[in-house]
């Protein structure tokens, strides 16, 4: 009975005030703030391009800075739901911060959408968490699927940040495949977040001497690394994930930057849908840049997949609804692609690989699940 008079006043809420809230979860300052500003640009570009509902309602978005921290996306997400009334959430923009918004999201039953966390067990169980990335299991064993039929490669080294799950679970996949199809991992580095002399384990790589080194790691760290290999001489090719995947590794990484290969989400010049072109004319008028990140099309397809769940519950709008049409989202023509959203929150979408040439990320090839 409870329920019901909860989701009543809920929903006549809404009816009254003809808006609706979405709660936005991510760092935007800090040391990754460029992931979450990257996210944040693309879910304030879709809700100017799609404002409102089809029954004329609202959308407004209430960002919240978690400063990168897990206790501060906990107390956010806690926020939005309790005196906000967000009717759902899209964040967070790492796997460790997001497990914190699916806590609250889970508790209160509230419909949460996570743009880039991509770690494979991170929905196990849930009932109301979804995501619109692919999983590490489909990104990492992809990476080495493509280093060994289209670079050639066999064996290689690996960086890994042992206090990040992400990339725990990035590397796991990557060297279950890279054996599967016949290569082998000569040796595992392990670092941790914000470690900045890798001098020690550049020495080391020059001596393994591997086909290639994989970085499964966030920018701040793989952008020392191949910094510091390179001007210690070490020339063999550094490959990543979607960690690398803004201009700050560039500009950080410097000459070592250039060449790397890394999978991501999206390609600016590649857009595969008409939304997606539509995104990419709206991004680069608002922001007078020639490039979309990665980052900001998954925040728009975040932002898209609970749009469409909630025109489909136009004469119900509650989260309850919400989040049973964002599970039911099937074939969706997002800026990223088309998306489709199972059962269990995780989404089918293809990968797109990279490499950063003359300063910028170049398209190489796309990869469908």
């Keep these: 009975m409870k329920k019901l008079v909860l989701s009543t006043l809920f929903l006549a809420s809404v009816l009254c005030a003809k808006e609706v809230n979405i709660g936005v979860v991510l760092p935007l300052t800090g040391a990754i703030a460029n992931y979450g500003q990257d996210v944040l640009s693309g879910i304030e570009i879709a809700n100017k391009?799609?404002?409102?509902?089809?029954?004329?309602?609202?959308?407004?978005?209430?960002?919240?800075?978690?400063?990168?921290?897990?206790?501060?996306?906990?107390?956010?997400a806690l926020r939005l739901v309790s005196q906000d009334k967000a009717i759902g959430i899209i964040g967070e923009a790492i796997t460790t911060n997001t497990m914190q918004v699916i806590q609250v999201a889970e508790e209160n039953k509230i419909p949460m959408i996570a743009p880039v966390a991509s770690g494979d067990r991170l929905l196990d169980n849930k009932k109301y968490s979804s995501r619109v990335c692919f999983t590490d299991s489909f990104q990492?064993?992809?990476?080495?699927?493509?280093?060994?039929?289209?670079?050639?490669?066999?064996?290689?080294?690996?960086v890994i940040d042992q206090s990040n799950v992400y990339s725990l679970g990035l590397a796991k996949v990557f060297e279950a495949q890279l054996k599967k199809r016949g290569g082998k991992v000569l040796k595992k580095f392990m670092i941790s977040s914000n470690d900045k002399d890798f001098k020690a384990i550049v020495s080391q790589l020059k001596s393994v001497n591997p086909d290639f080194v994989y970085l499964p790691i966030y920018h701040p760290e793989a952008a020392l690394v191949v910094k510091q290999a390179r001007a210690a001489g070490f020339t063999k090719p550094f490959t990543g994930a979607d960690g690398l995947n803004n201009k700050t590794f560039i500009e950080i990484g410097g000459e070592g930057a250039e060449g790397v290969i890394f999978t991501d989400a999206f390609d600016s010049a590649n857009p595969s849908t008409k939304i997606g072109k539509d995104f990419v004319s709206f991004y680069k008028k608002e922001k007078g840049s020639q490039?979309?990140?990665?980052?900001?099309?998954?925040?728009a397809d975040a932002y898209m997949v609970f749009v469409n769940a909630m025109n489909k519950c136009k004469n119900s709008l509650t989260p309850e609804c919400v989040n049973k049409e964002i599970r039911s989202t099937k074939n969706l023509q997002t800026v990223g692609g088309v998306v489709s959203i199972d059962s269990n929150g995780n989404a089918m979408r293809p990968v797109v690989v990279k490499q950063i040439k003359n300063k910028e990320q170049v398209y190489k090839a796309t990869i469908n699940p």
Excluded: H, R, W
């Design 140 to 158: 990492g064993g992809k990476l080495a699927d493509y280093a060994v039929d289209s670079l050639n490669f066999k064996t290689a080294a690996i």
């Design 291 to 299: 490039i979309v990140p990665a980052f900001s099309a998954m925040g």
């Design 49 to 76: 391009m799609v404002p409102k509902l089809e029954d004329g309602t609202s959308v407004k978005i209430i960002a919240l800075d978690t400063k990168g921290d897990k206790v501060e996306s906990s107390t956010a």
